[in-house]
């Protein structure tokens, strides 16, 4: 993902980035979560998934950590991701724009309710 892709920031990078927020996690555990922090209404296909993934540790906005086991999928060892201080800067900048976004649509009565 070279660096003029980045901004704006692709909605499934800005997904990856939350999910790796809390958390170092494997592929499929990114999927999972990203799923579950969306209420289902985004779903990254591996295709998706791992293109971000390569284009966002290119960028050096997250980084392998290497391969563990992970119980809850047997004993296969996983190669996991860890969101780096750079990814977490542009994050933060990316959900701060939204939120200015979404202060700009309530104030024009586009939005209503307390999103923000």
Avoid: N, W
Wanted: aromatic residues 6%; proline residues 3%.
């Amino acid at each position: 993902m070279p660096k003029q892709k980045l901004s704006p920031l692709p909605a499934a990078a800005f997904q990856i980035l939350l999910a790796l927020a809390g958390e170092d996690m494997h592929g499929y555990g990114i999927m999972r979560q990203v799923a579950e922090q969306t209420g289902g209404r985004v779903r990254l296909g591996p295709g998706t998934l791992y293109h971000s993934i390569q284009g966002m540790l290119e960028a050096g906005l997250i980084e392998e950590v290497g391969l563990r086991e992970d119980d809850r999928l047997g004993k296969e060892r996983r190669k996991y991701y860890r969101l780096t201080a750079m990814g977490r800067k542009l994050a933060r900048e990316e959900a701060e724009h939204m939120a200015e976004l979404l202060r700009v649509a309530r104030a024009k009565k586009i939005l209503r309710g307390e999103y923000v």
